[in-house]
């Protein structure tokens, strides 16, 4: 197939699901690369190694990667094009490769797809999902993501593929047609549902789908079908004490104590500590856009700390240097108990079995 057809294929794709498709030469992907090398070929038989292997693309701090060892599987690489994820996530895996490489390019593409082809068992990652998250009105840059996901994915072949992504993208029916056509023309089955964070492990109210592709021949359980936690975790028992460095201002604690909201999300309000958080954002520093918590009569920002406790991240979890970095990074991990509980309920179900 030609590269021009390929790439109207897939803008034929992104049109239908009114998704803009990028600008500039610096996003354009030479779709034939790959499917030329591995035009309609079965998966790879399960590998014969002791241990199940796994690979998180778009790997950010590695909250697929924490997911991965919960439920028993080695991460033993993570890309991302951002540099500071990376060294974040290097120091986090020290016994994974940590590569900070564009997977939007087609030459890095081929070449980790040759170097991983049929290695590793399970090959999970969340793309961006600014292109497709309620609070991006105009910016579509990198839309393609879950394609250039499914496209990478399939060509490493593995036994399962899992990617995360907002729930929005569940909405966009042509990029969800286009990923099921392309996994079936690889030999692989695609099921997707809309799962919340709460309701496997996670104090916190987070929608997202997630969408998982397997060879054929494997039985598969629905995701749709996934059981939730009996009891749901609350705040109170995740977060540690505020840290009183981080005290709001005496005009945001005005507008706190007034519950005024001027902003489209959870304005000047207070964390419920006996329930769950909202979904957290990259903005959750900030009163106005995300809730504060209280102590006495006294409102503190949310920290770094209490974030990553709100996304079941590890106490010790490496975060970026710089402070920008560190919220970016946690307000779009991925929650590692959540994925978890997706990837033990399709391993014990056989999905993956020796």
């Known amino acids: 197939m030609g590269v021009s057809k390929c790439l109207r294929g897939v803008s034929r794709c992104l049109k239908m699901s009114h998704v803009a498709a990028p600008r500039g030469p610096s996003r354009v992907i030479e779709w034939d690369v790959l499917s030329t090398r591995y035009p309609r070929m079965a998966p790879l038989p399960w590998s014969m190694l002791t241990e199940r292997t796994g690979i998180d693309l778009f790997c950010g701090l590695g909250g697929f990667s924490f997911a991965m060892q919960l439920a028993g599987v080695r991460p033993v690489l993570g890309v991302d094009s951002w540099p500071d994820a990376s060294e974040a996530y290097s120091r986090n895996f020290p016994?994974?490769?940590?590569?900070?490489?564009?997977l939007f390019d087609a030459e890095f593409q081929e070449k980790l797809?040759?170097?991983?082809?049929?290695?590793?068992?399970?090959?999970?990652?969340?793309?961006?999902?600014?292109?497709?998250?309620?609070?991006?009105?105009t910016n579509r840059v990198g839309s393609e993501g879950p394609l250039v996901f499914f496209r990478v994915a399939l060509a490493i072949r593995p036994s399962l593929i899992l990617m995360e992504e907002v729930s929005d993208v569940a909405r966009h029916a042509g990029l969800m047609d286009g990923i099921r056509q392309m996994a079936e023309e690889r030999g692989y089955s695609v099921d997707w549902a809309v799962l919340n964070a709460a309701d496997h492990g996670v104090a916190q109210a987070r929608r997202r789908l997630f969408v998982a592709a397997y060879p054929y021949g494997f039985s598969a359980p629905a995701l749709f079908d996934m059981p939730k936690a009996v009891d749901r975790v609350p705040l109170s028992r995740v977060l540690p004490p505020p840290d009183e460095s981080q005290e709001v201002t005496t005009y945001a604690a005005e507008m706190i104590r007034d519950r005024r909201s001027y902003s489209w999300h959870n304005g000047y309000n207070e964390l419920d500590e006996s329930g769950q958080a909202p979904a957290l954002t990259t903005q959750?520093?900030?009163p106005g856009c995300w809730p504060s918590r209280r102590l006495g009569a006294r409102y503190y920002h949310v920290s770094d700390a209490d974030a990553a406790a709100i996304q079941s991240l590890p106490r010790d979890v490496k975060l970026p240097e710089k402070r920008m970095a560190r919220r970016r990074a946690l307000g779009n991990a991925v929650p590692p108990k959540m994925a978890a509980a997706v990837l033990r309920y399709l391993l014990k179900r056989e999905l993956i079995g020796r």
């Open 95 to 102: 016994g994974a490769k940590a590569v900070c490489a564009d």
């Open 113 to 137: 797809a040759a170097d991983y082809e049929g290695k590793v068992d399970i090959v999970c990652g969340g793309p961006p999902c600014q292109p497709f998250s309620v609070l991006n009105r």
């Open 284 to 286: 959750f520093n900030q």
